[in-house]
């Protein structure tokens, strides 16, 4: 790693750092995991990690992979029904969000993660979906994209991890939507971000770039 890098790498968290070394473990014991395509994730934040999203551990084995920093990823309010459970997502850096309303506070709250120079980690599809893969993908994601002008990260998990079966975790090459954000913040850009990042996504299926 370059002294660029390494000078760039994003301070610890101890319950992050936790997190990465419980899924490095897993990983190489009950549920293994191969990584390809991690140099693409070594560019300078702040950007946009884009996934498909076939797990509950999804976040955690994703943002493993970001050697030099530590994600903020976007999940549902429905994961903070308890006290003890919201108070740990709150420390693994997650911003919650209302996904049956206009949630102008967890928009916000992305907008600043990116402001002040973090990862954003978001689902498109906006749920989990085991049996199918960028099939359809929420709105939210692309005008956030859009608003914030950085490049997005995309992120193919091939299977949900499940015991003493390989789940392979592809990076891709970061998708520049300058053009797109300079056609102004719409539905119908909105609509066009989508489809560049099903296909990114999809691309990687094939090994990635």
């Known amino acids: 790693m370059s002294e660029k890098q390494t000078a760039a790498r994003e301070k610890r968290t101890f319950w992050f750092t936790a997190a990465r070394r419980l899924i490095w473990v897993l990983g190489h014991t009950i549920y293994p995991l191969r990584f390809h395509g991690r140099e693409y994730a070594d560019l300078d934040a702040p950007f946009i990690l884009v996934s498909n999203h076939k797990h509950w551990l999804d976040p955690l084995i ?22 003890v459970g919201a108070w740990l997502l709150n420390k693994l850096h997650m911003i919650v969000v209302d996904r049956h309303n206009s949630d102008l506070k ?6 600043n993660v990116i402001r002040q120079g973090h990862v954003l980690g978001i689902f498109p599809e906006g749920t989990r979906c085991r049996n199918t893969t960028m099939e359809h993908l929420e709105t939210g994601c692309a005008f956030i994209a859009l608003r914030a002008k950085v490049p997005l990260l995309p992120v193919l998990i091939d299977r949900p991890v499940r015991p003493f079966r390989l789940t392979r975790v592809t990076y891709g090459p970061p998708i520049d939507i300058s053009d797109l954000a300079a056609e102004g913040i ?23 770039a």
């Open 62 to 83: 994703i943002g493993s992979g970001i050697r030099r920093y530590e994600v903020r990823f976007l999940g549902k309010k429905e994961l903070v029904k308890t006290r």
């Open 106 to 111: 967890a928009m916000r709250e992305c907008m």
């Open 186 to 208: 719409n539905a119908e850009t909105a609509e066009k971000l989508n489809e560049r990042i099903r296909a990114s996504i999809l691309s990687l299926s094939d090994g990635g």
